[in-house]
């Protein structure tokens, strides 16, 4: 048997490291409540979003606006959720690799419907079918390149449903679907794959000058949309082109 002052050290020894030990326990279980409280409050934050943005608002929008002006809210939709993706790829929530499955998919398919708003496809086109599979493949690319997903299935569900399924399901909603008599009116949308549209550009002078009028035009347009909704800028848009003022 030890004698009496080392059986003392021990036991203050001991203490210490259990009172450590509980300390790093209740430190672990904390914050695996605050973490299980943010992901409750973002999903709420998703539901209210989803449920005043989407259901609600979005389709009034669409109801009391041209598709010119539809497809520019598609635009700025679709630059806002490419920088967010672009965001959590930098921040180190997927694999690096995962950069290029999103910029594929969407460029070569969200950007390429937005650019051939109002156009309604059929089910069975080549155009609905590469749309599918973009999005199936997004999907995977998230599923494979998300880590420790087993751990974080929380956030992983709604990474999947802010980024995968929201900006097609806007999309989807804005198109003309069902409204037969809107078929045949005019627009200024060009039914043609983005792929082909860019060598075109690139080799045909004429396709060349006839997308640089397009840019300008655009650009005309949500200048002149933020100048409607900030009333201060109307000064310095005119000032930088005056034929704006009518």
């Excluded at 635009?75 to 499955?101: D, N, Q, R």
Aim: charged content about 15%; proline content about 6%; glycine content about 6%.
């Amino acid at each position: 048997h030890p004698p009496p002052a080392r059986r003392g050290a021990a036991l203050c020894g001991a203490a210490p490291r259990r009172n450590s030990r509980s300390r790093g326990g209740a430190a672990a279980r904390l914050t695996g409540g605050a973490m299980a409280a943010l992901l409750i409050f973002a999903y709420v934050l998703f539901i209210a979003f989803f449920v005043v943005g989407v259901c609600w608002l979005w389709p009034d929008f669409v109801d009391c606006s041209d598709p010119p002006r539809i497809r520019v809210a598609l635009f700025v939709i679709f630059g806002l959720s490419l920088a967010a993706e672009l965001a959590v790829c930098f921040a180190g929530v997927v694999k690096p690799w995962t950069v290029i499955v999103i910029l594929v998919c969407d460029c070569w398919g969200m950007l390429d419907a937005f650019l051939r708003f109002p156009i309604v496809h059929d089910l069975d086109s080549l155009f609905s079918l590469k749309q599918v599979v973009l999005v199936t493949a997004k999907l995977a690319g998230y599923a494979l390149g998300f880590k420790n997903v087993a751990k974080y299935v929380g956030w992983f569900i709604l990474l999947v449903l802010c980024f995968v399924f929201l900006v097609p399901i806007l999309w989807v909603t804005a198109l003309p679907i069902g409204d037969t008599s809107s078929y045949h009116q005019a627009h200024d949308a060009v039914d043609m794959d983005i792929v082909v549209r860019i060598w075109r550009i690139i080799t045909i002078p004429a396709d060349r000058h006839a997308a640089a009028l397009r840019c300008k035009v655009g650009i005309k347009r949500v200048v002149v949309a933020v100048a409607q909704m900030c009333p201060c800028l109307r000064s310095p848009v005119i000032r930088w082109d005056p034929s704006l003022a009518r």
